[in-house]
């Protein structure tokens, strides 16, 4: 008879699936390999039915449907790759350091985007305030409060860190998302102290964060839920996003989009009588984010 379980950890071909209060060690039976296609079959937060075998590892056989997933586009493949990093998910904490290293918020900005395509709620964790100057920390991250994007500063340092985040995912699936060296072990070592995760320090010659987390993998935390710790991102394609329908996942621009001149309008510097142009002149919509809107709609493709 199969058993069914939550995957929290792939590393060489192995699956941890969580079942009946322990870890199982299982592989995937071939006929599901065989259905992936440029994407991840499995991945963390999975479901999955496996079948018990003598030695008390098991075989996968069927993937469950997903609620929700975490998807980017992965770099430096021949093909598209649409991988996914974490499966049905509640919430995403998308973790910047306040500074060492100093945060990188065009990339913030990408992460918001692809949460607003997945329909994924996002919270906005900026690490290390001791490091800063707290008043003008929150004067730099205000225009993400002002869209309605929830943001806590927190420092690890800190003791009453762990109960500000305990309140936002005890009882909720979590991932922790965000570049190198911003503490998101540290932090899941607040949240709940029986981890005892691996930290790291950053790179003195590059003043970039080190990889502590190697592989994906989710915890279940001790007060209720599931909280997953991924490895540092350093680039973040955009999968199923096309550049027409980009306006639409910047909530300062979305509501203007139907004033624009033009249904087809681009919002870039050689539109005329667009709405979202004007209120980047006015200072309704903030600069920085509508570059990052540019950079996504005409450049760069994976910051």
Known sequence: MADQGRVLRFASDFFYVFANGRLVTCKARGKIKSRAQHTDII????????????????????????????????????????????????????????????????????????????????????????????????????????????????????????????ERVVGKISGLLGPSGVGKSTLLN?????????????????RKGRHTTVVREMFPLKEGGFIADLPGIKTLGLWDIQPEELDGYFPEIRPLVSRCFYSDCTHDESEVDCAVREAVAAGTIDSGRYESYLRMRFGDPEI
């Not at 075989?59 to 770099?75: F, H, Q």
């Not at 998910?89 to 990408?110: C, K, S």
């Not at 607040?190 to 590059?206: A, M």
Request: proline letters at 5%; a negative charge; glycine letters at 4%.
């Open 190 to 206: 607040c949240v709940d102290d029986t981890l005892d995760l691996k930290t790291g320090e950053i790179s003195d010659f590059n």
């Open 43 to 166: 991945a963390i937060g999975d479901f999955v039915t496996f079948e018990p075998l003598p030695d008390g590892s098991g075989m996968i056989t069927d993937v469950l449907p997903r609620t929700s997933e975490w998807v980017r586009m992965m770099t430096g493949t021949k093909v598209p790759y649409r991988q996914v990093l974490i499966a049905n998910l509640d919430q995403v904490l998308i973790v910047f350091a306040a500074a060492d290293p100093e945060p990188r918020l065009r990339m913030l900005d990408r992460f918001l985007v692809i949460c607003e395509r997945q329909r994924i709620h996002p919270l906005i964790v900026i690490n290390k305030l001791d490091l800063v100057d707290e008043a003008e920390t929150k004067a730099r991250f205000a225009a993400y409060a002002r869209l309605g994007y929830e943001t806590v500063f927190v420092s690890a340092k800190d003791e009453r860190t762990g109960a500000l985040l305990r």
